[in-house]
């Protein structure tokens, strides 16, 4: 935010009057009192208007005052340090004293009989060097260039409010004073402070280096801007819930933009494994070539300068020692590998693969398990409500006429759709529901169409409870999308509206709008929001309170309804029922032996592949629902820690209503994919939030689960129980068969987050020699895995099915047993144990790419070996990614694994034609000259000069091979 503000004016639409815009703004005390001063303060700051936002005209004005809403980036690497960088290191430092060696035998050592093809090998050897290092500049700043476009292609966009319409914009076109509204998945735009917030937990690590998110507050809670919860800064990643926000800095003017220096100036790549290689290659070169000199020389003082002085001189023996040098060099290899890099990278840009850096491409042809999440994966996240269930034996089908497009628009025209327990009219849509509805059984067994009126209408006011819920119990809405796309060189934006939300609510919105034609804007309008407990993946549940519509009372009445609302997970909804409503109407209690037929019903669905959602709901008078809110906003003033933190919400005494079966289908190309994944000797593993009878369906559709293991061999699983001494018991089974038990050892904590600055802070006090022997150990060698001896690493020819409250009692032993499976699904996991499982696989010795698109996924993205996000992932999944597919197709994995091993395969091809060039034609000439006396075809000169030119075929034969 600059201090020095510019004196803008802009023109008021319908008004010659023209005003100052900030002139009048006071920003001497911007940090220090952003977040301590009221809200309707700040939107006069800034202009803005809580309901509508900034206007369009007033945007324009205010992007000239504070710029573009992006962090200067880091400033161009300086072209004479990298050029000093590559004439000192590696081969390049090799060769520059080979040629001062050669300048030194030519004088002062030459004498007066000096010969000039002396002179003349230092400057071509010097000559090489300085080519070479221009060379490997040129190639890592094509490199640079080439990473740098390939940012571009990503798109981001916020959801904001302007002129009173909620539209996603730009996330560069932000300026102070938009309203901007945030959501689970999103990354924080720009420093803003919140207006409302709804369980709003951001992470906001990258700043403060605490991993433990935070709640979210419209509360001053500290006078210190850094430590108050009613502000989010530019970069956080929103964790849990939603929120507004009003906009208070941009770009450099933000905390992290302050800070960027530091941060830019801190960044550095991490070592891969093809570093390694070329540094252990390096070193292979270094050490063959200090003892062949070694060799040359001790031959030469030991025997040949006594036994036959003239046979070789001094001189002549320092020209065999460059020519030694020269033997053992690839001297393309440095530029060979740079643009090896950069013709891959450029090719899988083409195939629509976005990589963050080169150095990951390499990381493929070392990965040995793939861990990859489901829905948005494996699956389209494009999901479907099929079929609706209420009571114990009920239901309806929803049928879809596979339109993939119509259901994602807001194209009202679209009205063919039907559900087959009948709408009579279509032209009756109301606010609620049609009454017309009858339903069949789940059997199959139709009623009769004019009979049972009475139980027609119980149905329906079942029905009516199920379809109200799935409309208020729900945060998709429809928003304007500006898409920027490119014509003839020309921008164009182009805005559409769209049905934007998580894909659980998306599916029911459609259910509701097009399959059942509700208003469901009238509906939410006479049936108000009041408060929100957004789902997340701990609780796996989304609470709403809506105020009910009544005609007869006012808004402030104690007499209201509030409608409570609950759906989530079912086997975690049902234990807070108390009741279910019955086909008839009646509210019965949910006994145990109603409660085993509700999950089994969810049992059978889930195997078929559906995801299925519970709703139950809960009524209350205004005035109780008053005293809630208040005891739980006494409780949190007064500190108190709540075990199960609903916001106030009831915890139980819930009633039952029903189930709704959702499908995504599969991506076309999963299936076809994993064989050829599992073929090329790689594991998949399945890592879901999923209910486990699901994920195995889906796994066995898309091979994870494959006919010659899975079904031929069988299910491995186990139980854990308690003996008499209350040790924790493993009881493992093959195909329901137990085979064997193992008592729980020691479970092994790991935390993830600390490690590295643990290792950091380490290093930092170990004394210089020290920290040198370990940086050059990491250059040269990994971490050897903790476990697995080579009868550890034998794999188990069945697959596995792991659930996650199964995760966190698994000890050394168990992880072994589990992890050495060729077929794997974890399923309902937390973010926590998806990393868990990373960080156990790693231990292990594996490379690990994972796979997601979800927020839960950030995590374990961040921290496995190689992360691969979906470009229909959430901001922050593909901020902790290093590779994204564009195309959004896990086809593009097997290529970006071909790709990987081609560059490796071609990289060692180009090393053994290099090789030869030097070694073979250069080395033994000079031994047998010195040992039996063969002269020698070649001086020293024209074997170098043969050994440089055929060593610039590199370009050719990598051109040729990649």
């Not at 966190?808 to 868990?836: C, G």
Request: proline share 3%; with cysteine.
């Amino acid at each position: 935010m600059p201090h020095q503000q510019q004196n803008v004016r802009s023109t008021v639409e319908g008004d010659a009057t023209k005003i100052d815009l900030w002139t009048s703004t006071d920003m001497s005390r911007f940090d220090q009192d952003v977040h301590v001063i009221p809200i309707d303060s700040v939107m006069r700051r800034f202009r803005s208007n809580r309901q509508t936002g900034l206007s369009s005209a007033f945007v324009s004005e205010a992007q000239t005052c504070y710029g573009s809403n992006q962090i200067t980036p880091a400033p161009s690497p300086n072209y004479f340090r990298l050029l000093f960088k590559q004439l000192f290191m590696g081969f390049n430092s090799i060769l520059l004293v080979g040629g001062i060696l050669a300048i030194i035998a030519y004088q002062p050592l030459g004498g007066s009989e000096s010969s000039i093809t002396n002179l003349s090998l230092g400057i071509v050897l010097l000559s090489v060097t300085i080519f070479n290092a221009f060379l490997n500049v040129y190639q890592k700043l094509k490199s640079i260039k080439i990473i740098a476009a390939f940012a571009k292609l990503l798109p981001k966009s916020v959801s904001t409010r302007r002129d009173g319409v909620e539209q996603h914009v730009p996330i560069i076109e932000l300026v102070p004073g938009d309203i901007i509204l945030i959501k689970m998945g999103d990354v924080v735009p720009a420093d803003c402070r919140f207006l409302t917030c709804e369980g709003l937990k951001l992470n906001s690590a990258e700043l403060t280096g605490e991993t433990k998110p935070v709640s979210i507050t419209v509360e001053c809670t500290s006078e210190n801007l850094m430590e108050t919860t009613n502000l989010g800064f530019y970069s956080s990643l929103v964790e849990e819930g939603m929120g507004e926000a009003v906009v208070v800095a941009t770009g450099n003017s933000t905390i992290l933009g302050k800070m960027s220096r530091t941060t830019q100036e801190g960044s550095n790549e991490r070592t891969t494994n093809l570093h390694r290689e070329v540094n252990r290659f390096v070193l292979f070169v270094l050490v063959a070539d200090v003892m062949s000199i070694i060799i040359v020389w001790i031959t030469w003082g030991g025997w040949l300068n006594k036994s036959h002085p003239t046979f070789i001189t001094r001189t002549g023996n320092i020209l065999n020692s460059i020519g030694m040098i020269v033997s053992f060099l690839p001297i393309g290899l440095p530029s060979a590998i740079t643009l090896a890099l950069a013709i891959v990278a450029k090719r899988m840009s083409q195939q629509r693969i976005l990589g963050k850096s080169l150095q990951i491409i390499e990381s493929f042809n070392s990965v040995s398990i793939i861990a990859t999440d489901k829905t948005g994966t494996l699956t389209k996240n494009k999901m479907v409500v099929s079929e609706i269930f209420w009571d114990t034996d009920n239901g309806c089908k929803v049928f879809d006429d596979g339109d993939e497009e119509s259901p994602t628009r807001t194209s009202m025209s679209d009205k063919s759709r039907q559900v087959s327990f009948g709408l009579r009219d279509s032209s009756q849509r109301t606010a609620k529901v049609s009454p017309a509805i009858e339903r069949p059984s789940i059997n199959g067994n139709h009623q009769d169409e004019y009979s049972g009126n009475r139980q027609s209408r119980f149905c329906v006011e079942v029905f009516d409870d199920l379809l109200l819920g799935a409309a208020l119990c729900n945060n998709a809405k429809v928003q304007l999308v500006r898409n920027q796309s490119k014509d003839r060189d020309m921008m164009k934006a182009n805005s559409e509206l769209h049905v934007t939300g998580d894909p659980v609510d998306v599916a029911l919105y459609n259910l509701c709008v097009y399959q059942c034609y509700m208003y469901i804007d009238e509906i939410r309008c006479v049936n108000p929001r009041l408060k929100t407990l957004p789902f997340n993946s701990v609780n796996k549940f989304m609470i709403t309170a809506n105020r009910m519509e009544s005609h007869n009372l006012s808004s402030t009445d104690p007499r209201n309804t509030v409608l409570i609302t609950m759906k989530g997970a079912p086997e975690i909804v049902i234990q807070r029922c108390s009741t279910y409503k019955t086909n008839g109407g009646q509210i019965l209690p949910l006994t145990t032996e109603i409660k085993e037929k509700i999950l089994n019903q969810q049992e059978i669905l889930s195997r078929g592949g559906y995801r299925i959602i519970a709703m139950c709901q809960q009524k209350l008078t205004q005035m109780r629902y008053d005293q809630l809110m208040q005891q739980h906003d006494e409780r949190r003033q007064s500190r108190v820690v709540e075990v199960h933190n609903l916001n106030g919400f009831p915890q139980e005494k819930y009633c039952f209503l029903g189930l709704f079966s959702l499908f995504d289908s599969l991506r076309f190309d999963a299936p076809d994919s994993i064989l050829r994944i599992r073929d090329a000797r790689i594991r998949v593993a399945m890592i879901t939030g999923d209910h486990p009878a699901t994920a195995r369906a889906i796994g066995e559709q898309v091979n994870i689960f494959s006919a010659n293991i899975a079904k031929r061999n069988g299910i491995d699983s186990f139980q854990m129980l308690e003996n008499e001494t209350k040790q924790l018991v493993f009881r493992l089974y093959r195909n329901e068969t137990l085979f064997q038990e193992h008592i729980a050892g020691t479970i092994t904590a790991l935390r993830s987050s600390s490690t590295t600055i643990q290792k950091h802070i380490k290093l930092e006090k170990q004394v210089w020699y020290r920290r040198w022997y370990a940086s050059l150990k990491n250059q040269l060698t990994e971490a050897e895995p903790i476990f697995y001896k080579e009868k550890e690493k034998e794999r188990i020819p069945y697959a596995i099915v792991i659930a996650g409250n199964q995760v966190d009692y698994l000890d050394d032993f168990m992880w072994n047993w589990v992890l050495s499976h060729e077929e794997l699904i974890f399923a309902r996991t937390s973010p926590e144990q998806k990393l868990r499982i990373i960080m156990e696989f790693q231990r292990r010795g594996e490379i690990v790419a994972a796979i997601g698109d979800g927020t839960n996924d950030a995590p374990s993205l961040k921290y496995a070996d190689l992360g691969i996000a979906m470009q229909t992932g959430t901001s922050v999944s593909k901020e902790a990614a290093d590779l994204i597919l564009l195309d959004n197709r896990f086809s593009s994995i097997v290529s970006s694994i071909e790709t990987g091993r081609l560059l490796a395969d071609n990289l060692k091809k180009v090393v053994m034609f290099l090789l030869p060039a030097g070694s073979w034609s250069e080395l033994w000439p000079i031994m047998f000259n010195m040992w039996l006396g063969v002269p020698i075809s070649l001086s020293t000169f024209l074997a170098t000069i043969l050994c440089v030119l055929n060593g610039k075929n590199w370009l050719e034969c990598l051109q040729t091979k990649v």
